[in-house]
């Protein structure tokens, strides 16, 4: 079962950094298992641009869709048996403790 894990920014971080994981370790770990397909850091929001169409006219904006404190920040592809496993892999991303973790399985197209 395939997961988006979206790494995300919080404005209530853990109060014990040092109980974080290394980032490093955690991508090793999940590499070699096969449970992280692919993944990535994101540039900051003030490098995004919003697309949208209205009317047939195509419009532009700098900046995220959302104006938000919290944004994600990276993003991982989850090959995982079902979400009780998605949701300890997630456990134990770092920024689980610095931040926040979105797990969202893919709804499918079929």
Known sequence: MKFMMFVCTDT?????PSAAPDIDQWVAERD??????VGDALAPPSAATTVRVRGGELLLSDGPFAETKEVIVGFDLLECADL????EVARAHPMAYGGRIELRPFAGLD
Do not use: M
């Open 12 to 16: 209530e971080p853990d109060t014990d």
């Open 84 to 87: 009780d496993e998605a949701i």
């Open 32 to 37: 070699a298992s096969g449970q992280r397909l």
